[in-house]
T-cell receptor, first 112, second 114 residues
Framework: KQEVTQIPAALSVPEGENLVLNCSFTDSAIYNLQWFRQDPGKGLTSLLLIQSSQREQTSGRLNASLDKSSGRSTLYIAASQPGDSATYLCAVMDTGRRALTFGSGTRLQVQP | DAGVIQSPRHEVTEMGQEVTLRCKPISGHNSLFWYRQTMMRGLELLIYFNNNVPIDDSGMPEDRFSAKMPNASFSTLKIQPSEPRDSAVYFC????????????FGPGTRLTVT
């Protein structure tokens, strides 16, 4: 059974810092990996989707990488802003079961 | 596009009552997913449909839970009878096809069973 782990569970940084969020998964037979953002009391917003054949995806200040063989992904946020404060969730889709398995998330707070 | 629509946004009910949660996927999306989020267990898949057909319901916790998708634009998740441990946020998500593309989530229904 696929298991997804996110480290750290919580992170507080001053505005302007570059930061890295980590995600690991136990079964490398994945179809793709998706990073989401969740604001308190809200739904999930998709940030980046990486297919299993890709190494990275970029959107604005966000860059996500994927190392399928080692079961790891990182989300890099450049020049963090207070508006980036949210919980970031990593989710993988297995090749067999076409649904997402989520990590428990990293709660990020960017201090102004 | 209005995005995935869920109703109600909040539901408070007493133990033993029937609860029905509703979802309207994004128009043209062929796959629909129901997830549940709790503090203890995080986000978990309950069931998903492709072209209105249930594909995998292995995440449905008990027979008290049932889901239907009578047409491409509507799905329901029913809990009968409800119990306090069912209290959670229930999310519906949709995607154009079953795999390889992003899933789009609705705002969720916060269910409280007293």
């Amino acid at each position: 059974k696929q298991e997804v782990t996110q480290i750290p569970a919580a992170l507080s940084v001053p505005e302007g810092e570059n930061l890295v969020l980590n995600c690991s998964f136990t079964d490398s037979a994945i179809y793709n990996l998706q990073w989401f953002r969740q604001d308190p009391g809200k739904g999930l917003t998709s940030l980046l989707l990486i297919q299993s054949s890709q190494r990275e995806q970029t959107s604005g200040r966000l860059n996500a990488s994927l190392d399928k063989s080692s079961g790891r992904s990182t989300l890099y946020i450049a020049a963090s802003q207070p508006g980036d404060s949210a919980t970031y969730l990593c989710a993988v889709m297995d090749t067999g079961r076409r649904a997402l398995t989520f990590g428990s998330g990293t709660r990020l707070q960017v201090q102004p | 596009d209005a995005g995935v629509i869920q109703s109600p946004r909040h539901e408070v009910t007493e133990m033993g009552q029937e609860v029905t949660l509703r979802c309207k996927p994004i128009s043209g999306h062929n796959s629909l997913f129901w997830y549940r989020q709790t503090m203890m267990r995080g986000l978990e898949l309950l069931i998903y449909f492709n072209n209105n057909v249930p594909i995998d319901d292995s995440g449905m916790p008990e027979d008290r839970f049932s889901a239907k998708m009578p047409n491409a634009s509507f799905s329901t998740l029913k809990i009968q009878p409800s119990e306090p441990r069912d209290s959670a946020v229930y999310f519906c998500a949709s995607s154009p096809v079953l795999a390889g593309v992003e899933q789009y989530f609705g705002p969720g229904t916060r269910l409280t069973v007293t």
